[in-house]
């Protein structure tokens, strides 16, 4: 990354590098404690402990393992949201780092321990060095991969305890290079449903297959004809995605089983087009079904909403991070993600935007250019230091300090 020419930004990310050790070892004992959606006991702990110590008044429960952290200064009367997730994934670590997992099957595979820890150093930053008045909400979520952890904290009353009048989060991303941040206004990380689908047939003999009603058959021809929705009912220039991951049915090569389960992810950047492909999938289904005589069920759930970012609070947020780390190191309008996340709930209730830091591209060190949600992922260190300034320099724009 290209070092800020500005100097008092300069002096503003020399502050947070001088700590970086610190958190960057915070960072590496959450690595190596990973801890599942609902279940961060330990993490939770950590962060209330050092939130306390910094004069935070520190809030638990909500979203169950969820942490809030508030600090008051002046007599601003706005208020910001700052989110960091804190869950782990159910992998078997690979990297073969000195604070690798020591949980079996879990690790810290998407970062959540890296944001934690960016959000923690900015924490103890604003608290004893930042100029600003008004209201500083610090939200430690729990359970974002899959398990909506967003949701259940504003179920439990996030917002209503701690109103925001803007909320942010931050993603790492690897394949940019590291420290640099990429915004998009507008509909950023795609809507995310699961759909189960149960064939009913007729089970027989392989031998006579004219005396069952074969599942394996209409679930075959139910794959194929969905994906003529995407091809023939969406329009060319809207994304949309229907993977089938799972197609279950029968042990035996001459036996007809009784039924089939099909498991299905299906994605979107735009409300209306999700609503669409609902609609078209139930239709589908059925009709192929009742053409192969079968009978089909349909479990339509839906998962997280498109994480649209609102343009004022994203223009605010790219202009903070162009001062912090110049032009060169921002995008200022990236492609949309066809990934999903549960900051999407939150960004329907409160204005905000959600950006990206990169985790790095591979001409640097370390794991950075690594995929997220693989066994070899490590978070990049060297963002504690660019991301707690970040969110430090973010406070003080948006709570400019009363002259």
């Known amino acids: 990354m290209n070092a800020p020419t500005d100097a008092f930004l300069h002096d503003k990310l020399q ?7 610190e958190f960057i070892a915070v960072r590496r004992d959450i690595h190596k404690h990973p801890e599942m959606g609902y279940k961060e006991y330990r993490t939770s702990d950590l962060v209330a402990e050092q939130l306390t110590s910094w004069g935070y008044q520190v809030t638990r429960g909500l979203g169950g393992t969820g942490v809030v952290g508030q600090l008051k200064k002046g007599t601003g009367i706005k208020s910001i949201g700052i989110r960091a997730d804190m869950d782990a994934l159910p992998i078997d670590e690979a ?3 000195l604070y690798a997992s020591c949980n079996v099957g879990i690790m810290h595979a998407c970062g959540h321990d890296g944001h934690t820890a960016m959000l923690l150093a900015a924490a103890k930053h604003i608290a004893q060095k930042a100029k600003f008045s008004g209201t500083v909400n610090l939200i430690f979520q729990p359970a974002e991969e899959g398990l909506g952890g967003a949701r259940k904290m504003m ?17 790492n991303m690897p394949g940019h290079p590291q420290g640099q941040l990429v915004f998009r206004d507008g509909s950023a990380m795609a809507s995310s449903d699961n759909v189960t689908i149960t064939i009913e047939g007729t089970g027989g003999h392989g031998a006579v297959p004219h005396r069952a009603a074969d599942p394996v058959v209409a679930g075959s021809a139910i794959v194929m004809g969905l994906q003529s929705i995407v091809a023939r009912n969406i329009d060319p220039q809207e994304m949309a995605i229907i993977t089938v991951g799972a197609f279950n049915a029968g042990v035996a ?11 299905l992810s299906v994605r979107s950047l735009n409300r209306e087009v999700r609503m669409l492909l609902e609609q078209r999938i139930t239709e589908l289904v059925h009709a192929q079904a ?38 060169a190191n921002v995008t200022r309008q990236g492609p949309a993600l066809t990934g999903s996340e549960d900051f999407a709930f939150m960004l329907e209730e409160v204005p905000g935007c959600y950006l ?37 320099l973010l406070v003080e724009r948006f709570l400019p300090a009363q002259v």
Request: charged share 20%; proline share 4%.
């Open 15 to 21: 502050a947070l590098q001088a700590q970086a050790d």
């Open 253 to 263: 090569n001459n036996v007809i089983p009784q039924h089939a389960t099909l498991k």
């Open 95 to 97: 990297t073969g780092l």
């Open 155 to 171: 179920d439990d009353g996030l917002f209503t305890q701690f109103p925001c009048d803007a909320v942010f989060g931050m993603h």
């Open 356 to 392: 990206l830091i990169g985790n790095g591209d591979g001409s640097g060190e370390g794991h950075g250019a690594c995929m997220v949600h693989n066994p070899g992922y490590d978070f990049n260190d060297h963002n504690v230091a660019v991301g707690s300034a970040y969110w430090s």
């Open 290 to 327: 009742i053409s192969y005589g079968v009978k089909a069920h349909i479990d339509y759930k839906r998962g997280y909403p498109v994480l649209v970012n609102h343009l004022r609070e994203t223009d605010f947020a790219r202009d903070v991070g162009e001062e912090l780390v110049g032009a």
